[in-house]
């Protein structure tokens, strides 16, 4: 069978085009989502050059869950990655305010199902993966590390920049509210399920916060109190402040923040 047959999900009729770069190839734009899910999602794979197997990390972009696939918010990251020796799936997944909590977790569990069953193709380490996101990408990847659910593989490490843990602390109109659905008065069930700091238990995976010192969008708190919650659970962790910087210019200068995780991964998978 071709690699590009192995890309292709039920209905889709253009698989991921390969292209390369140093150190690594790009299997872009490949569909992960099976005939009749709501939407099909795609994402692109960056895989190392070398023998490997290599460990995979499922990478997932911000943008406030909302309105426009922004992988391409991720392609440094994802490229520093591939570089260091990791394969890594660079996923999107359904929006607001068209779709609502839970079908971004929905959609990224199907992602991490769709990676492993194709380890053979771009050379993946069996082993549990890692996943990584900024804002509501760290969101997202914060709560995949923290959900129990026996049909998808399990989580190895998660790396999670400026991310808010916590939906309980915005009640209000807003990205919250049109992630969720509505407001906290709405539904209060929904805020606490979506929020990752509710789900923290002893065998929760290692967790790397990283976060910027002037971010007035996710305040400070958000990884402060979480951090808390993580080591009253004894799970191990760390946080890297990115200094006086707020929540997109944290991002667009997180290259020491970048560095230490990576290395943070190192230390759990080699």
């Not at 734009?29 to 895989?47: F, H, K, Q, S």
């Not at 209000?172 to 008065?185: C, E, K, N, Q, Y």
Request: glycine share 12%; aromatic share 10%; with cysteine.
């Amino acid at each position: 069978m071709s690699c590009s047959s192995h890309l292709k999900s039920a209905g889709d009729s253009s698989p991921g085009k390969v292209v390369t770069a140093p150190g690594f190839k790009v299997w872009r734009n490949a569909v992960y989502t099976p005939e009749g899910w709501p939407e099909a999602l795609r994402a692109d794979i960056y895989e190392p050059k070398g023998d490997g197997p290599w460990p995979g990390v499922l990478l997932i972009h911000g943008g406030g869950w909302a309105k426009t696939d922004r992988r391409s918010d991720m392609e440094s990251i994802a490229g520093r990655l591939a570089r260091r020796g990791y394969v890594v799936m660079n996923a999107t997944y359904r929006l607001a305010p068209k779709y609502h909590y839970p079908a971004p977790v929905q959609d990224l569990q199907e992602a991490m199902r769709w990676f492993r069953a194709r380890g053979d193709t771009f050379n993946l380490d069996p082993r549990p993966m890692a996943v990584f996101g900024y804002s509501a990408g760290g969101h997202l990847a914060a709560l995949l590390g923290s959900m129990d659910d026996p049909n998808t593989p399990p989580i190895k490490a998660v790396v999670a920049g400026g991310a808010p843990v916590d939906l309980r602390k915005y009640p209000g109109p807003g990205l919250i509210a049109d992630f969720i659905g509505g407001v906290m008065t709405e539904y209060p069930d929904a805020y606490v399920e979506a929020s990752p700091v509710t789900h923290i238990s002893p065998d929760d995976p290692p967790v790397f916060l990283y976060h910027g010192g002037f971010d007035l969008l996710v305040r400070s708190d958000q990884p402060v109190d979480y951090r808390k919650a993580l080591t009253a659970a004894g799970v191990p962790n760390e946080l890297f402040w990115i200094r006086g910087r707020g929540h997109v210019i944290g991002f667009l200068s997180d290259g020491a923040a970048v560095r230490a995780a990576i290395k943070f991964l190192d230390r759990q998978f080699r």
